[in-house]
Structure formats: structure tokens, C-alpha cells
């Protein structure tokens, strides 16, 4: 019979891994509940044309696209942002605003298959719709933050470098001659990863002159928010310029009261990939640099939601990916451990399973992790098994020990155990130990 | 601009229905932790070949088939058991046994769409791996007993109907004649939902003349376990038949220790309809009969492994689906609310924010889920927003109540409101309240 494997870029995560990506899911989304962002559950298979329709895309290049049995152009979604905006506009009328989303799933992009990159990956998408001001901007940064804290980084493990495509935007519109914005910007984004000449030809091949691609640069290593203004001064008939310069201000000093502003560096050369933003935008980087790239972003997205057939709506969201915050987290020696636990394992000795089910099922009524044997098992094979899986306490049911009305309670950690009377366990103990009956 | 409609069989779940689903998913998989079921996470696309290399199997029809950019011929996966035989197989040698695994995740079959039917679809696998015992039958039909009993359904509202693919198929070969157990099995499990004539032809077809496939459907209407010797006695000389008797009553006994019998019912003519089940088997139905057809099933498949390149692995498991077992917690009147609920909104009056953000996060900090205003709102449009997010306390923060060290604490359901010190808000109040204050 044949054997088949799985596709590249693709994950099978066994318990112990699953294990530490459920932590991680569940502080990521515990964090955001706590924000009021609600949970919703989306399709993975979307109309093509949502994305095929707008031109230009670098994603569209990676799909994973194909025609379905009724002649659908569909395609496993690359990324929530354009079917949240589907669901915003279809119930524009009656959601409450702002309307504050998240949800944790996988996405899919044909691409080359890197560290902490996969074919198909899951993120938790956070997102704001409804709210054009800067507390929604900082309400995210914020929600980002807690997240990393809760993970277990500290303060100076990770930073966002937050940026604003608008003062971008505006800036290039400064200088004279067509300048093609969405190009300069991509230049930007790459700034990092390549060398200086060739960044200094993308803005070249954006419309800036070589003078004016370093005088641009140049006017981008502006770190202190202070400086901004000197910034709205190089062009100072621009009121887009002074208006972008002034909101960015307005978010940083949200994120100040909302208690993250130690987190947020300005960084006006971190642009993010994606056409889409309008606004804010935001990185966040390993602070040491071991992890080389960006481990994830977000910012504003004002105009999507229209360009989705809805109402002109501001949107503002972050998206941490799992994988690269995988990294980050090994990175700083605060990744969940890849481990199963188990608090009892209930072990048979002869014909005893009916009092050795009642015990389990009275362990497990109490919330706890209970296994037992399936398997018709030796005394030493089932301790072995109960080792495997790292039971804390093993309970023996054991037919001569019944005779007498009693188990036996074994720490496994120690190896000390001792009898219990069988009526007793649990009885009023909710998380009967070998201390509770030595 | 383009608006664009999600594909049929598809489901957006905006946040209320969320919430429903996921205290279902919770709570499902809350019990298969407690009996030690271990959770994965899986591709959600897969080689094509694990399912068109079998053939005859209704599945191929409906899959989300297609070529990748690399040429490789991939499905989105219709159902988890393949793929868990994969990662079984990959790793068998290192795995400590019984292996035991849950995962909730949507599949895709491209079917007509019908109430609780859908083209994507959420389950939850529960599967043991590793042990040929009637135990492990039994723990699968435990955990979802108590699954159901969790989420709030009586005994009397759901019924497994437990059948046995030996027996049906040890019965078949007694027969003179060459018949097709597979079709007759089919034809078994179609019996409920076609006419006797077309049921009859069908074990015709397969091999059966009328007077024998009378006989044999006569056989299955045993359905007190104590009857199950007269069944054996049908062909004293089939091996086969003795050892799937005493196996299906081996399974009964082993759920009444584990204190599921009552939820059990002999039922021969429940076959399940996939091919690949071997012993045991058994759907969960809905008591009244409201919800026509089988909530989920489940059973046992022990040549799978094998059969995907793994060492021969008995295996067991069930899988309930989401949107079926949405229809009988809602006919039995116990389906979770679709709200959204929210413990405080801090409400801000003036420039106030870095005081309701310090008590807002004071409030998270302590796991409450807490809003505040991101949108620059008047105090009757924050109210209004509180009530539509079912705010239980808001928190006004005021700037002429700041003057004096005080905020306003208004229980929503009373609208009774006075006021705290600032200080004390939360302070040592794990919950703080209108009544701590009042």
C-alpha cells in the first residue's frame, strides 16, 4: 500500500506541539476578549476575484485558486482582511459600531517555504471597524502589547516600529514630477532587506531622482516624536503632511495613556508590504535581532472596506502570525513547553473496572485529566504507559486491595504511595494527593 | 466597486453565533481532555491520492480537488481519518500507545446544501489508536455521552444506536451464494431512508435473492443484547460470527462500567455509511426523532493505518459535527445564547482617558472583558453602545468627578448608579460593582 506525505509547507502538529500553540492561541485571544473584541468564524474558501480583481497584488501570484464542481473561481484565503470587510459591509446596517472582530485560522500562500514560514499558517486577526480616531489606532497597539506581556515577554524583548503611510504618501506628493506613491512605498518596505544602491534604484524607478530618493530617506530617519514637526516643516503648504504628521502624533500618545508607549518607537522606514494601508502602520521586531524579520504587523486600512462594496468605513487591525511568534518567544526562553500532562492516571489490577471507572469519572467531574486502561494491560506495562504520558498520581485498583476496602495512591514523581479507603477517593477531596492520605 | 457574496455551503459566524459555537466546541473538547485525548492540529489540505487511490469511495466525487502551483494534484480534506493514519504512521515507532487525539476543524465536501449540512463544515475528532479492546470502543462512547451530557442534553434526548460491521458481514458470508458485503452493507445503512421494494433490491443487487435478503434484515432487528445468542446460533459454524457477537457485547458490557449503557441501544441496521469501519459502530440520534437523521457517528476502522502504509493499528473513534449537534441541543431547548456579553464599560466624559484607560486595564488585568470609547463619543452615544454590547457596570470617568477623586458606578440592568473613590476603583475589588459602593 502506498505511503503518502504531506505537502510541503504544511505542519502536522502532534500533541506536545499542539500543546504549546493552544497556550499561545489561547493568552493571544484571552487578551483580546478582554479588550471587548469578539470571536467570529470565517469561510476558508472565498471568491477568486476578491482578490483576482484588484490588479497589481502580489498575493494573487500565490493563491491557492481553483475552479470548484459548480465552475466557482474560488481560492483558500491568503488573508482575513478582504472577507471581514465582506462581512462589515453585509451588515453595515445593524452591527453596533465600533464593531471590534478577532478570530484565529489558517491562511494559505503558494510561496517559498522559510523559518517560521509556512504554506499554510494561522494568525490571530484583531481588527477595529468603525472608528477613524486614534484610540482605535492605539486600542490595537495596546491589545497587541498585553498579548506579548501575558506571553511572558518583557518590556525590552520586542518593540513596534510604527510608521504612517499617509506622512509617506504626502511627503512623496511634495516632491515635484509623478511620483508613483504605491511603488516608493513598496521601496521602502524593502529598504531593510536589500542593499542601499538597489533601494535608492526601486525610488528611482518610483519617480524620484537619486537627489531626491537620499533627500527622502533622508527626511524618513526621524525617531523622536519631537522631531515630526521639522518633518511637517519640509513641506509646509501640504495640510495632508501636517493633518498624517499630527495623527501619528495623536496614536502615540494614545497608546502613552493606554499604557503601551514604551513599546512604540517611530520608525517612518517600516512602510508594511501591503497596498492596503492608509494610516498608523506598525512592526513588531525581536528587540535583539535574532529574529531577523518582522514577526508581525498591522496599521490602518481606511478604504478597504468600501473598495469591499460597503459604506466608506476606517479600519484599524493587527494580525500576529503563530509561527513567527513561535520564534520570538523561543527567542527570549518564554515558549510553552512542548510537553502532555496528566493529573491521574486510575491503573487495573484484575477485574476491577467498574470501581475503577466510577473513580475516573468522579476524577474527571472535577475538571481533571484522567486516564485509564483500554488496552487490557499488564500492572507493569500500565505504569509504564502512566510514566509516558507524565501522570502525577497514579490510583491503583487492585482486586485484593478492593477485598479490603481500599486503594493504592502513588506519587509519581517521588514513587512514595500509600492506601486510601476506596469510599474516600475522591470523596470530598477535589484534587486527592499520596499527602492527603499518608 | 465590486461587492462580492460568500459561496454556498459556506458560513459567515458573526460574533453571537460564534459565541454559541464556540461554548460547543469548548465544551467538547473540555471533556475529551478530561479522558486524556490529546489535541492536534492538521493540514487542511492533503495529497489528492489519499483518497482518489481508493476507489469506490462516494468522497471522491465531492472533493475540493485541484493542482497546486507545483504541479501536484491536492484536495482540501473532506474528513480527519486519513490524515490522522498519515501522522500515526509517520511517527508509530515513537508514539507511546494508546494514542489518543481530538482536533476541531472544518472540512469541505462538495454536496447539496441542507439544514445543518453544509460545504465547509466544523468537527471534532476523538480517536484511539493502538488498542483492539473493547475499552477503548467503550471510552470513545463515554466521552461522547458525556459530551452530550455537558452540554446540557438529558438522558432521554439522544440515543447511540450500536451496531457491528463483523456481524453484519459475518451474517452476509453465511449465506450460499456470492454476495457483496460492502453493497449490502451500503444498502443497510440507506434502509432508513429508502422504501422496503428499493431496499430490498439493493441487498438484491448485492447479491441476496429476495427470500434471503428478507432473512437477513430480519436478523437485524434483534435489539436486546440478551438476544444476541440466538442471532450467533444463525450460523453455529462462522467463527467470525461467534467472535463479533461476543466483541459487540464485550463493547455494551465494557460502556455499562464506564457508565454509558443506558445511552446505548442495539441496533444492527445502523451500518455507517463509510466503508472503512470493521467493528463496532454506532450514530448518536436525536430521542424524539425531531431531527431526522444521525447526529454524528463513529466506530471502529482497524485495517486504515495499514491501508496508509502504517503497521497494522487498531483503531476507534467518533466525531461529532457541529452544525448537526447545533439542531438537537436546539430542538432539546439547551443550545448555548447568541450574545455578546461585556462586564464594564469605562466611560469617558472630557479629556479623561489616561484614568479610564488605568481603570480599564486594572479591570483586565483582573480577566474582565472591558470597552471603553475609541471613537471620540458623547456620553449618550457611549451609553447607547454600552447597552448594545450588554454592559453589566459602567464606569463613568468624568472630568468634574475626577475633581473631587470620585467615578460614577451604574449597574445597567437597574440603572442604579453612585459613585466610588477613584482610588478605589478596582483597588482590592476583584469585581467591583454598584453594590460594593452603593
Not at 517555504?113 to 486614534?134: K, L
Not at 518633518?231 to 503648504?237: G, H, K, Q, R, Y
Request: proline fraction near 5%; hydrophobic fraction near 40%.
Amino acid at each position: 500500500m502506498p505511503t503518502y506525505e504531506r505537502l510541503k509547507g504544511f505542519r502536522d502538529l502532534y500533541a506536545p506541539e499542539m500543546a504549546v500553540r493552544r497556550e499561545v492561541t489561547d493568552t493571544v485571544e484571552s487578551v483580546a476578549r478582554r479588550y471587548g473584541f469578539r470571536e467570529i468564524d470565517t469561510p476558508r474558501l472565498e471568491p477568486a476575484a476578491m482578490w483576482t480583481d484588484k490588479s497589481g497584488d502580489d498575493i494573487v501570484d500565490e493563491l491557492y485558486a481553483f475552479e470548484d464542481h459548480g465552475g466557482r473561481h474560488v481560492t483558500l484565503a491568503p488573508e482575513l482582511t478582504p472577507t471581514v470587510a465582506r462581512m462589515y459591509a453585509a451588515k453595515a446596517q445593524e452591527l453596533s459600531k465600533p464593531v471590534k472582530w478577532f478570530s484565529t485560522r489558517p491562511f494559505w500562500r503558494y510561496e517559498a517555504v522559510q523559518q517560521g514560514r509556512f504554506r499554510e499558517f494561522h494568525q490571530t486577526n484583531i481588527d477595529v471597524f468603525g472608528s477613524a480616531e486614534p484610540e482605535a489606532d492605539a486600542e490595537v497597539l495596546a491589545t497587541a502589547a498585553d498579548a506579548l506581556t501575558e506571553l511572558g515577554l518583557a518590556a525590552d524583548d520586542f518593540e513596534f516600529r510604527v510608521s504612517h503611510r499617509d506622512i509617506l504618501g504626502a511627503l512623496l506628493r511634495s516632491f515635484e514630477g509623478t511620483v508613483d506613491a504605491t511603488a516608493a512605498i513598496r521601496a521602502v518596505d524593502k529598504s531593510e532587506k536589500v542593499d542601499e544602491n538597489e533601494y535608492l534604484d526601486l525610488l528611482h524607478d518610483a519617480g524620484l531622482d537619486y537627489d531626491r530618493a537620499r533627500e527622502f530617506d533622508d527626511l524618513l530617519a526621524v525617531d523622536d516624536p519631537a522631531d515630526l514637526d521639522e518633518l511637517a516643516d519640509f513641506a509646509p503648504d501640504s495640510e495632508d503632511l501636517a493633518a498624517a504628521v499630527d495623527n501619528l502624533r495623536s496614536v502615540l500618545r494614545a497608546a502613552d495613556d493606554l499604557g503601551v508607549g514604551d513599546h512604540c518607537d517611530l520608525s517612518l522606514r517600516t512602510a508594511r508590504g501591503l497596498d492596503y494601508y492608509t494610516g498608523a502602520v506598525f512592526e513588531c521586531f525581536d528587540a535583539t535581532g535574532e529574529v531577523g524579520r518582522s514577526v508581525f504587523g498591522g496599521g490602518r486600512y481606511d478604504d478597504l472596506i468600501e473598495a469591499f462594496g460597503g459604506r466608506p468605513t476606517p479600519a484599524v487591525g493587527v494580525a500576529p502570525g503563530h509561527a513567527p511568534l513561535g520564534l520570538l518567544l523561543e527567542r527570549a526562553g518564554v515558549a510553552p513547553e512542548a510537553t502532555v500532562e496528566t493529573d491521574y492516571y486510575v491503573l487495573q489490577v484484575g477485574d476491577t473496572r467498574p470501581t475503577a471507572a466510577r473513580i475516573a469519572r468522579d476524577l474527571r467531574s472535577r475538571g481533571h485529566v484522567v486516564e485509564s486502561d483500554v488496552s487490557g494491560r499488564s500492572f507493569g506495562a500500565q505504569l509504564e504507559y502512566a510514566d509516558s504520558i507524565d501522570a502525577d498520581t497514579v490510583v491503583v485498583v487492585g482486586e485484593r486491595d478492593l477485598e479490603d476496602g481500599e486503594v493504592t495512591v502513588k506519587e509519581m514523581a517521588s514513587g512514595d504511595q500509600t492506601t486510601a479507603p476506596v469510599e474516600a477517593f475522591p470523596g470530598d477531596h477535589d484534587r486527592p494527593t499520596y499527602d492527603d492520605f499518608a
